[in-house]
């Protein structure tokens, strides 16, 4: 089985260009389940679940999503080993551009979008740097020169990833992008496996449920400015 993994900022049309790359595939005969890594709530397995995609979601709740999705991601490869998956996309919830949820050997995908500014791509960190595959959205709404400076800006971060264009409402450029998935490495265990980049080192006071301001009350891993 083939295990995607797929992250980006919010909003940038993730669970759309999963619900059109998967409904090209499976018109290709491929079979493809969908894990939802997610914060406190999330509607996007019945959505999936209503164009015929089997589905899972994971709420982190208190914890931050990428650590939780990290705890879980192997457990969630065996559900798609068991459920005789051809490809196993997850989606991650992208709300820290310092976590990144690739893992070695695996293939990656960041999806970002043209609205985003032509900054964003320097801001996004290890989801963007490392991936494999970067899908660009919302290319439509632009013009062609705002389209070649953020895949410029794109390709000062991350050189060597493959670049498509693909429109969460149409669908257009599902099919390549599906492609590319089903030329993805086969996973049958992230046992020992390594991630391509190490998690935000975090756990102080405020991680732990404290909610008092002040020095006395901060313990930990803390931070401070350097302000002059």
């Given amino acids: 089985m083939r295990l995607i993994t797929v992250a980006g900022p919010p909003s940038s049309g993730k669970t759309a260009i999963i619900c059109k790359t998967a409904e090209a595939l499976q ?3 491929v079979s493809v389940g969908v894990i939802k890594f997610d914060c406190l709530s999330s509607g996007d397995q019945a959505l999936y679940e209503r164009r015929g995609i089997p589905a899972r979601t ?6 931050c999503p990428d650590h939780f999705y990290v705890s879980n991601i192997e457990e969630c490869l065996d559900w798609g080993l068991q459920s005789g998956f051809d490809l196993l996309i ?7 551009n310092r976590c990144a949820p690739h ?7 960041c999806v970002i ?5 032509v900054e964003t791509p320097r801001k996004i960190g290890p989801m963007l740097k490392m991936a494999d595959i970067v899908v660009i959205t919302k290319g439509d709404i632009v ?3 705002e389209r070649e400076v953020f895949v410029h800006r794109i390709r000062q971060v991350n050189s060597s990833a493959v670049i498509i264009h693909v429109n969460g409402l149409t669908g257009q450029g599902g099919h390549e992008l599906g492609r590319l998935l089903q030329d993805a490495a086969a996973v049958d265990s992230l046992q020992g496996k390594l991630l391509r980049f190490s998690m935000p080192a975090a756990l102080c006071s405020y991680c732990l449920g404290q909610r008092r301001i002040g020095a006395d ?11 002059g």
């Fill in 27 to 29: 018109a290709d005969g």
């Fill in 58 to 63: 994971g709420l982190s709740g208190n914890l």
């Fill in 90 to 96: 997850s989606e991650s919830a992208g709300l820290c």
């Fill in 103 to 109: 893992i070695k050997e695996v293939c990656a995908v």
């Fill in 113 to 117: 979008d043209n609205l985003s500014g």
């Fill in 143 to 145: 013009s062609q020169a």
């Fill in 217 to 227: 009350f901060q313990m930990g891993n803390v931070k401070k400015m350097e302000l």
